[in-house]
Structures are given as structure tokens and as C-alpha cells.
């Protein structure tokens, strides 16, 4: 992934309102969510979602389908996925970044 994209989706992360839109559709998947239900969800002001929904597209950090009347937004899984190995491309080293002892802490339970 370049900087430049990585850039972008975070700089359009970077507000409040697209974050709390973002995680929103995230949490729903694949199914999406159409305006009205981000509105009714987080109340929104549809001027105002509409304005932020077109920033998270053009970040391509979601994904638009018009069915029928309804537009349907989903997460870019991809893209979240490849922002995800930016991020932790080369963490620690190389090396697992959670200590050994909380490690095997963590297989037990």
C-alpha cells in the first residue's frame, strides 16, 4: 500500500462523525446499511451524512450499490485489511509484539 492511500482513508477517519459512520457499517458487513438506517442509528442530519459517506467513498473506504431505490453502503474489506498490514508491516521487528508470558496466558483461556 502506498502513503498516499493510507493517508487518505485515515485523514477521512480522522473526524468523529465518519469514524463513528465508518464503525457502524463496519459492524454490519457484508449486509451494509442503507442512509436511512445510519440516520435513524446515529441521527445524523442527512445533509450532513451524505457529505460524510461521500468522503468515506472517495477514500475508498466504503463501497456503494444502488438497489433499487435504496443506495446500500459496506465496508472496502480489502482496503481495511491492507491499512491493517500497513500498520503493523514490519512491528517489532519482526517479532511477536505481545510478551512471551501473556502469550501463553492468552492459549490457556
Known amino acids: 500500500m502506498q502513503n498516499t492511500h493510507a493517508i487518505s482513508a485515515f485523514l477521512a477517519l480522522g473526524q468523529e462523525s465518519r469514524l463513528n459512520i465508518f464503525r457502524l457499517i463496519v459492524q454490519r458487513g457484508e449486509l451494509g446499511l442503507t442512509p436511512g438506517e445510519i440516520i435513524e442509528k446515529l ?3 442527512n445533509a450532513t451524512l451524505s457529505f460524510h459517506l461521500k468522503e468515506l467513498v472517495l ?6 450499490e444502488r438497489q433499487s431505490r435504496n443506495l446500500i453502503y459496506r465496508p472496502n ?4 485489511q491492507d491499512l491493517s498490514a500497513f500498520l503493523l508491516d514490519n512491528c517489532c ?9 501473556n502469550l501463553k496466558k492468552s492459549k490457556v483461556t
Do not use: D, E, H
Not at 521487528?93 to 508470558?101: A, D, E, S
Open 59 to 64: 477514500a475508498n473506504l466504503l463501497l456503494v
Open 93 to 101: 521487528g519482526g517479532k511477536t509484539c505481545i510478551p512471551i508470558k
Open 43 to 45: 441521527g445524523i442530519p
Open 77 to 80: 474489506a480489502s482496503l481495511v
